[in-house]
Antibody, heavy 121, light 111 residues
């Protein structure tokens, strides 16, 4: 079955870091790319960054680039998103999404179910 | 940075047609993608590259684009279409601070 399987919910204290994983199943991750999108409670979608494998390049939202690191383990078809120095505004559901890339940009044709990250003291 | 503007909400009766707009500077020159997010679920791609429906998306979903506005049209609306809809583009301008841009989302309510 073609899917992206994300790690379970996390609760973190302010100032801590969190790592969310996303494992590709039923397809070859390196044939596409992977991106991360978050959604605060009751809010819209916010793009965080992503990686495309055909050129090995990563892109980050400028707002988050100092606190986010995206990595992949191609041997296990797993992508990781690390967010550091957590604040309460980082409380959100974090989605990974498969990237389809062409000359006009990216779109996301397959999404994980989301990982809720709660930042609370 | 590039901005996409959507109406917060649209309401429609079952069986009627819903139109959801997405406004942006020269959006007609960009590829626009649309996602449906049923409450409590992950987003699902319903239209990509302006007008292409992925496999499994009914032909009740269609689009039209002008220079300033992209519009998602849902014909013969069903109760199951009640969801949030997001438009998305890529800002490929060199030096852009946000490569991927989402609209703020539109809640479609089926009355």
């Amino acid at each position: 079955q073609v899917q992206m399987v994300q790690s379970e919910a996390e609760v973190k204290k302010p100032g801590a870091s969190v790592t969310v994983s996303c494992k590709a199943s039923g397809f070859t991750l390196t044939s596409y790319g992977v991106s991360w999108v978050r959604q605060a409670p009751g809010q819209g979608l916010e793009w965080m960054g992503g990686i495309t494998f055909y050129n090995g390049k990563s892109k980050y939202a400028q707002k988050l680039q100092d606190r986010v690191t995206l990595t992949t383990d191609t041997s296990t078809s797993t992508a990781y998103m690390e967010l550091r120095s957590l604040i309460s505004d980082d409380t959100a559901t974090y989605y990974c999404a498969r990237v389809f890339s062409d000359s006009s940009g990216w779109h996301f044709d397959l999404w994980g179910r989301g990982t809720l990250v709660t930042v609370s003291s | 940075s590039y901005v996409l503007t959507q109406p917060p909400s649209v309401s429609v009766a079952p069986g009627k047609t819903a139109k959801i707009s997405c406004a942006g500077s020269n959006i007609g020159g960009r590829n626009v993608h649309w996602y449906q997010q049923i409450p409590g679920q992950a987003p699902v791609l319903v239209i990509y590259d302006d007008s292409v429906r992925p496999s499994g998306i009914p032909d009740r979903f269609s689009t039209s684009n002008s220079v300033k506005t992209a519009t998602l049209t849902i014909s013969r609306v069903e109760v199951g279409d009640e969801a949030d809809y997001y438009c998305q583009v890529s800002d490929t301008v060199s030096g852009s601070d946000q490569f991927v841009v989402f609209g703020g989302g539109t809640r479609l309510t089926v009355l």
